[in-house]
């Protein structure tokens, strides 16, 4: 939630909402079962992350982002063990939270599987990710993130600096 009456903080003027991919499907399985497994699904998804990663770049330029999709965490590069690229961000853990792994981006995974090599060099560096779930009206309180944890992230970005 970015506004909180009670807590009297109000980010809806500092936010923005991306979705990584164009396309609207609401069964998650479609992506790894229907489009992954085909050569041309892959290209398509891959288009659809360079077009995103794009964006993030040279657009948005983001201080903090919250991935609220495990699945979605592996299109970051978060899963660079398991050799899965993509995005190719290369992170640093920062800690974890009740509502999810925080990390911030150092910079590019040096990797020739990056889906969009000719960004040589990231905007987002020191950018902010927290990796959590997917957030329903039936989750435990403490696991949503809350306005007063959002405002502390960016006051921490900015500190950082400076």
């Not at 990797?111 to 987002?124: A, D, G, V």
Request: with cysteine; net charge positive.
């Amino acid at each position: 939630m970015l506004h909180s009456p009670t807590e009297q903080i109000d980010l809806r003027g500092k936010s923005a909402y991306l979705d990584l991919f164009y396309f609207r499907e609401m069964n998650q399985q479609y992506l790894q079962k229907q489009l992954l497994p085909l050569t041309e699904g892959v290209a398509f998804v891959a288009d659809q992350l360079n077009l995103t990663q794009h964006i993030l770049e040279k657009v948005i330029k983001p201080k903090v982002i919250f991935v609220k999709n495990r699945e979605s965490s592996g299109y970051w590069g978060k899963l660079r063990e398991q050799n899965i690229i993509w995005l190719g961000y290369d992170f640093e853990k920062l800690g974890s939270h009740p509502c999810g792994e925080l990390y911030k981006i150092k910079g590019l995974i040096d990797s020739n599987q990056r889906i969009s090599p000719e960004i040589m060099e990231t905007n987002l560096r020191n950018t902010l990710l927290l990796f959590s779930q997917h957030i329903t009206r039936f989750m435990q309180k403490d696991k949503k993130p809350t306005a007063q944890f959002i405002e502390q992230l960016l006051n921490d970005y900015h500190s950082k600096q400076h």
